[in-house]
C-alpha cells in the first residue's frame, strides 16, 4: 500500500516537494535509489523544508537489515542481497521515496494525515519483511538465520519547529532502540546504561549503529 493508498487524495507525496534543481543535481541517485549519507542530509533537508512550510506532517523511517553479516557469512553474500531487495521492496511499497544510504541503512521519507500514521506504515514494512524471512523462501535463502529489518520513526509538523536533523536524529535513536530487540532483552536499567553508553560513544565519535551490527554479529554466532 503506498501512502497515495494511504490516505487518498488528502495529502501530497513527498516527491511533489523535489524541485527541478534537487532533480538536477540528485537525479540519478534518485533513479537508482542510492544517495551517500552526507548528500542525503543536504537533499531530504531541502525537500522536508519545503513540505513543512506547505503545511505538512512529515514523517522519517530509518532502516538498517538485522544480521545481514550473518547472513553474508553463513548464507552467502547472494542471501545478503537478497535480504537487502526485500527491506528495500518492503519500503517502497509504502513510500513514495526510498534512499539506500549505505550498505544495508535506508531512509524513507513521507507525507502523511495524522502523525500516527507512520507507525502502520512502520509496521506494514516490519510486518512484509517479516512474512517474507518466515516463508518456506526465506528459510531456505537465509538459512534459518533470524534476519530482518529494524526501523525507527519520527515525524513533526510546522507545529512542532523541527530541523530536519533534529527529525532524523529522533529516527536514528528510535532505530537504535529497536536494535536491542534483535540481541535481547534489556531491563529498563539495561537500556539506561547502554543509552549513556551510547552518549559517550558519539562524543568520541564512534558510530552507535556499527556497535550495534557488531553485538548482533556476536549473538548470531553464540546460537548457531
Excluded: W
Excluded at 548528500?39 to 544480521?67: L, S, W
Excluded at 517474507?132 to 534476519?147: C, L, P, R
Aim: charge should be negative; aromatic fraction near 8%.
Amino acid at each position: 500500500m503506498s501512502n497515495e493508498q494511504l490516505t487518498p487524495r488528502e495529502v501530497p507525496a513527498i516527491t511533489d516537494f523535489i524541485s527541478d534543481s534537487d532533480m538536477a543535481e540528485y537525479g540519478q541517485e534518485l533513479k537508482t535509489g542510492r544517495m551517500e549519507p552526507h548528500r542525503f542530509d543536504v537533499f531530504g533537508g531541502a525537500v522536508y523544508d519545503r513540505a513543512i512550510a506547505a503545511g505538512c506532517t512529515v514523517g522519517i523511517i530509518a532502516g538498517d537489515v538485522n544480521q545481514l553479516k550473518a547472513v553474508n557469512d553463513y548464507a552467502g553474500h547472494a542471501a545478503g542481497d537478497n535480504i537487502i531487495s526485500v527491506v528495500a521492496g518492503a519500503m517502497r511499497s509504502e513510500a513514495d521515496l526510498v534512499l539506500r544510504v549505505g550498505g544495508d541503512e535506508f531512509e524513507v521519507i513521507v507525507v502523511i494525515k495524522d502523525k500516527d500514521d507512520i507507525y502502520g506504515i512502520q509496521g506494514r514494512i516490519e510486518a512484509l519483511v517479516d512474512a517474507y524471512v518466515a516463508s518456506d523462501d526465506g528459510k531456505e535463502i537465509f538459512k534459518g538465520i533470524n534476519t530482518g529489518v529494524a526501523l525507527g520513526c519520527s515525524v513533526a509538523n510546522r507545529e512542532d519547529n523541527k530541523s530536519f536533523a533534529e527529525l532524523k536524529a529522533e529516527a536514528d535513536k528510535n532505530l537504535f532502540a529497536d536494535k536491542f530487540k534483535t540481541i535481547e532483552a534489556l531491563t529498563p536499567e539495561e537500556m539506561q546504561k547502554f543509552s549513556e553508553l551510547f552518549e559517550r560513544m558519539e562524543k568520541d565519535g564512534i558510530d552507535p549503529a556499527q556497535f550495534f551490527k557488531y553485538l548482533a554479529y556476536i549473538a548470531q554466532k553464540k546460537s548457531s
